[in-house]
Structure formats: structure tokens, C-alpha cells
């Protein structure tokens, strides 16, 4: 708005904050809006104090607008697995090489050991190749070959990427289907290291780490 000569009006001192925020507190909620509608459960996971299900949209909006504003920090979501994989971490011997398969393995100690991941069975793996299809003995000579000597995975009734394949394999998905047996063969080749008494096998909660050389 201008004035009658075409100058812009003057802001009274004091007032030009409140001139200067309402449009940023509006692109603020207008933001943390958008995060609930489109991101769904990662603003839950990652805003909400407890990280649990916040009661209502209008709550999720409000905590994502003080934590873009900067009032409010991001939650932790990895503190209900960190005692876990400390534990698991104390276990392994400094400057040994582990592959992992879990799914949170950002949270092992990689200033510690050396870690491969599995992620995902028959897409990624220690070059050149896993050898799939050929048996359990198959693959642990081939990873003792690279210098592995420790394995770490989760169990198969643990909810996430290492443990959906089971519906994967009844799919439409030709997708799905076709890495699900990648899975499935990983799958057996933990149970029977961890049957066979042949290999040392500890367990830090919902971890499992496998001695393999």
C-alpha cells in the first residue's frame, strides 16, 4: 500500500517484526501442513516428542511449524536402538570386518570395525557378487575369502526391509517376486548358521551376531 505522494507507508517502530513474521509463520504452518499430508508417518516418527502418533493433524502441524521455526528440536528416533547395538558393538573386535544385514545399520560402530551391507539381498553385496543359490557353505567361503569374519542380522520375525519378503513371494508384483527368492535364500542361510552349532552366535536384544572366521 502506498500513500497519496507514492511513498510507502511507515512502519511504526516496534511494529516491523509483526510486519515480517505473520508471512513467515504462515509459510511455517503452510509447510508443516504439506509435511502431514505427503510424508504421512515420517513427520510422526521424527516430531513428536515420545514418537508416538501425535492425536491430530492440527498437533502434527503445530510441532512441525516450531520445529522448522527452530523452538523445537528434532526427536531422536533411533534412541529406543542405540543400547541394543552398543551392546552388540561391544562384542566385536576392534578392526574386524562384519556384513550387515539390519536395518538400522548407520547405528553400528564403523569408527571401530569395518562394515559391508546386504542391502538389499541380490541387489547389494561385497564385490564382485554373493553367490545365491549355491548353499550356505558357498557363501561363507566366500566372505571369509574377502576378510569377513563376523555377520550381524536380525531375526526373521522382526518387522522391516529384511523380513517383508515373506507376502513379497505370493505377490502380482513380478518386481516383488523376483527379489523376494533373494531373500528367502539369505533367510536360510542365517538359520542355518545359527542351527548348526558350528559358528559362535551372541544376541544383544533384537541383534544377532554371528562368528564366522
Same mark, same amino acid.
Given at each position: 500500500m502506498?500513500?497519496?505522494?507514492g511513498d510507502?507507508p511507515?512502519v511504526?517502530p516496534g511494529?516491523?517484526?509483526?510486519?515480517?513474521l505473520r508471512p513467515?509463520?504462515g509459510?511455517?504452518?503452510?509447510?508443516?501442513?504439506?509435511m502431514a499430508v505427503s510424508?504421512?508417518n515420517?513427520?510422526?516418527a521424527l516430531?513428536?516428542?515420545s514418537g508416538?502418533r501425535p #492425536?491430530?493433524g !492440527?498437533h502434527?502441524a /503445530?510441532?512441525g511449524?516450531k520445529v522448522?521455526?527452530?523452538?523445537?528440536?528434532f526427536s531422536?528416533? @533411533?534412541?529406543t536402538?542405540?543400547?541394543?547395538?552398543?551392546?552388540?558393538?561391544?562384542m566385536i573386535?576392534r578392526?574386524a570386518?562384519?556384513?550387515?544385514a539390519?536395518?538400522r545399520p548407520?547405528?553400528l560402530?564403523?569408527?571401530k570395525?569395518?562394515?559391508?551391507?546386504?542391502?538389499?539381498p541380490g541387489?547389494?553385496?561385497?564385490?564382485?557378487?554373493?553367490p545365491?543359490?549355491?548353499?550356505?557353505a558357498? #557363501?561363507?567361503? !566366500?566372505?571369509?575369502d /574377502?576378510g569377513f569374519?563376523y555377520?550381524?542380522v536380525?531375526?526373521?520375525?522382526?518387522?522391516?526391509? @529384511?523380513?517383508?519378503?515373506?507376502?513379497?513371494l505370493?505377490?502380482d508384483?513380478y518386481?516383488?517376486r523376483?527379489?523376494?527368492i533373494?531373500?528367502a535364500?539369505?533367510q536360510s542361510?542365517?538359520?542355518?548358521?545359527?542351527?548348526s552349532?558350528?559358528?559362535?552366535v551372541r544376541?544383544?536384544?533384537?541383534l544377532t551376531l554371528?562368528?564366522?572366521?
Amino acid at each position: 500500500m502506498e500513500t497519496a505522494s507514492g511513498d510507502p507507508p511507515e512502519v511504526q517502530p516496534g511494529k516491523s517484526w509483526r510486519v515480517r513474521l505473520r508471512p513467515a509463520a504462515g509459510t511455517v504452518v503452510i509447510l508443516a501442513a504439506f509435511m502431514a499430508v505427503s510424508f504421512g508417518n515420517v513427520p510422526r516418527a521424527l516430531l513428536h516428542p515420545s514418537g508416538s502418533r501425535p #492425536k491430530s493433524g !492440527y498437533h502434527l502441524a /503445530l510441532t512441525g511449524a516450531k520445529v522448522l521455526e527452530g523452538s523445537v528440536g528434532f526427536s531422536d528416533r @533411533y534412541r529406543t536402538y542405540r543400547r541394543e547395538f552398543a551392546r552388540l558393538s561391544a562384542m566385536i573386535p576392534r578392526n574386524a570386518m562384519v556384513l550387515s544385514a539390519v536395518e538400522r545399520p548407520a547405528l553400528l560402530d564403523m569408527t571401530k570395525y569395518r562394515v559391508a551391507t546386504l542391502d538389499i539381498p541380490g541387489a547389494v553385496s561385497p564385490a564382485p557378487h554373493l553367490p545365491y543359490f549355491e548353499g550356505t557353505a558357498r #557363501k561363507i567361503a !566366500y566372505l571369509r575369502d /574377502l576378510g569377513f569374519t563376523y555377520i550381524v542380522v536380525e531375526p526373521d520375525r522382526s518387522p522391516g526391509l @529384511y523380513h517383508d519378503w515373506h507376502g513379497f513371494l505370493r505377490s502380482d508384483s513380478y518386481f516383488r517376486r523376483a527379489y523376494a527368492i533373494y531373500f528367502a535364500d539369505w533367510q536360510s542361510t542365517v538359520n542355518t548358521l545359527e542351527r548348526s552349532g558350528q559358528y559362535q552366535v551372541r544376541y544383544a536384544r533384537s541383534l544377532t551376531l554371528i562368528r564366522i572366521g
